[in-house]
Each structure stands twice: as structure tokens, then as C-alpha cells.
């Protein structure tokens, strides 16, 4: 029903940092870059920046664990961090942790729904209130998502942690959280519109207003 979805890891792209303060982290952000702190097995950590074009293709990418060479030596990473400005939308720091491909790790991954539900075809409404669970795997087995297939859904099913089972990863969610369902849509009531009987005007098959009405006005004229 589900499975994991891995692809080429994203390369990054870093270079070594040169100048060191608040000025010189100002004057870099200026020049588009975006200083980096890279931290490994409890070794100091080591700066660099990129360029934040690349940071936030990187961070649109929808991979976890990305490719990064250091000191000549590819290595494996994941974000641990990311400061953005509290007005824009500019990045101002980030921090990448090195991963073994052997640890132990937990990290967040996105779950897709994938294929059409039985029962949304039949008129219900597929409801996805989880879109991303965090799992327990060796860095190696770090899925970019997991799809999950809710085409045999049919109206009042559901998916939940308990049903999402692999070799590779541990998804640390309650086995009775629902993550997708098949719900029956809420229908919208008509709202109803109170007449008054008297604002009414009865109109014949001519156009005219009716006899009773002529008769009333009539009657009201002479007095």
C-alpha cells in the first residue's frame, strides 16, 4: 500500500568562508550568498556559504539527504537548521549535519497520496490530515517520501500509521492516527427565505395583477 520513493541526491554546492563577523555575514547576504556551518560526529564545526539561489533549490529539491563534498571528500547530509528573516523571506543561516550512511537517524518525510479512491469516483472526498511523519532509519535507507496507494479506497476508509509497513524505516506516529480517508462530502443546505404574505402580488396568466387585488384597491378607493 505504501513505499518509499528515492532518486539522485542533490549535489551541494559549497565554498569555504573566508571572513568572519556580523559585518562580513552582512556584506554576504548582500552578494547573494548564505553562510553555512557544516557540524559531523561531534567534530568543530567548519563554515562555508553558498549561494542562496542554490540553498533554495536545495530546499525545494524534497530530498533529506543531500551529497556534499568537503575538503575533497563526498559526504552525506541533512538540514539541522535554517534561519530565515523574521520580515522577508531571505535566508540568513544554515546548519547541515553529517550523516553516516550507518546511523540511526530520525528525520521528517513527506507521505503522497497516489492513484484516485474507489469511493472519492463515487462522490466522497479524499481528507489527507497528515502530509509529513517523521522516521527512525540508518541514514543509507532515508526515503525522499512515501507514496501510499488510495486507489482501493471506498467511502469511510481510511489509512493509518499501522497500515504503512517497511524494512527500512520506523515511522514514529501512534498506530491509530488516521494519515488518509475517504469521507462522505457535507452537503450544503439551501437557505430558506421567509416571506411576508402581504409583500406578495398575485399576477394572472396575462401579466395583470388578479381580480382579488383590483377588487381590494377598488373597494379601498370608495372609502
Known amino acids: 500500500m505504501a513505499h518509499a520513493k528515492s532518486k ?10 573566508s571572513t568572519f563577523g ?14 553555512v556551518n557544516f557540524y559531523s ?3 568543530e564545526a567548519q563554515s562555508y556559504v553558498m549561494t542562496e539561489t542554490h540553498l ?3 530546499l525545494h529539491s524534497g530530498e533529506q539527504i543531500f551529497n556534499i563534498t568537503i575538503d ?7 538540514i539541522k537548521d535554517v534561519q530565515w528573516h523574521p520580515v522577508t523571506d531571505k535566508i540568513l543561516h544554515i546548519d547541515f549535519l553529517g550523516v553516516r550512511l550507518r546511523d540511526i537517524i530520525e528525520i521528517p518525510v513527506a507521505v503522497l497520496a497516489v492513484g484516485t479512491a474507489i469511493g472519492v469516483k463515487e462522490g466522497g472526498v479524499l481528507q489527507q490530515p497528515i502530509h509529513e511523519v517523521v522516521v527512525r532509519c540508518k541514514g543509507e535507507d532515508v526515503p525522499d517520501s512515501i ?5 482501493g479506497l471506498n467511502v469511510g ?3 493509518h500509521a499501522s497500515d504503512i509497513h517497511s524494512d527500512d524505516y520506523e515511522i514514529l506516529l501512534a498506530e491509530d492516527i488516521t494519515i488518509i480517508s475517504v469521507v462522505i462530502p457535507q452537503k450544503m443546505e439551501e437557505p430558506v427565505i421567509e416571506t411576508d404574505e402581504e409583500d406578495l402580488e398575485f399576477v394572472d396568466e396575462d401579466g395583470e395583477e388578479s381580480d382579488e387585488d383590483n377588487e381590494s384597491e377598488s373597494d379601498s378607493d370608495e372609502k
Open 41 to 43: 560526529g561531534g567534530e
Open 157 to 159: 476508509d481510511g489509512i
Open 22 to 35: 556580523r559585518r562580513a555575514a552582512k556584506a554576504l547576504r548582500k552578494d547573494g550568498f548564505v553562510p
Open 147 to 151: 507514496e501510499v496507494d488510495v486507489s
Open 8 to 17: 539522485e541526491r542533490f549535489e551541494l554546492q559549497i565554498e569555504q568562508r
Open 56 to 58: 533554495r533549490e536545495a
Open 72 to 78: 575533497g571528500e563526498q559526504k552525506r547530509a541533512m
